[in-house]
């Protein structure tokens, strides 16, 4: 630390938000992992539709498709899980 100045961002080391940021992406990456071994990685945990391949490319961790992403930002009411269709 400069006696001069106080602490900066490169002296301080990471903060609290660093840490919980970098734990809560360990954890979005271990569900993923879990839901390959499931067989139910790419598929909607809300709708059970799969995920469309453009928004796994931007986020692979994502556990919800882009039509159920637009109401939990609206705010309506979680739709019901329905379990995915095999065949």
Not at 17 to 33: C, H, K, S, Y
Not at 63 to 81: I, N, Y
Request: proline letters at 8%; one cysteine or more; glycine letters at 10%.
């Amino acid at each position: 630390m400069d006696i001069a100045t106080g602490p900066t961002p490169e002296t301080e080391g990471p903060t609290v938000e660093d840490i919980d940021a970098v734990d809560g992406r360990l954890d979005d990456v271990e569900r993923t992992l879990t839901r390959i071994d499931a067989g139910s990685y790419g598929r909607c945990e809300a709708c059970g539709t799969l995920i469309d391949d453009a928004e796994l490319a931007t986020d692979p961790t994502a556990v919800r498709c882009g039509s159920c992403l637009a109401v939990d930002e609206a705010g309506e009411p979680e739709m019901a899980v329905v379990p995915p269709t095999v065949g």
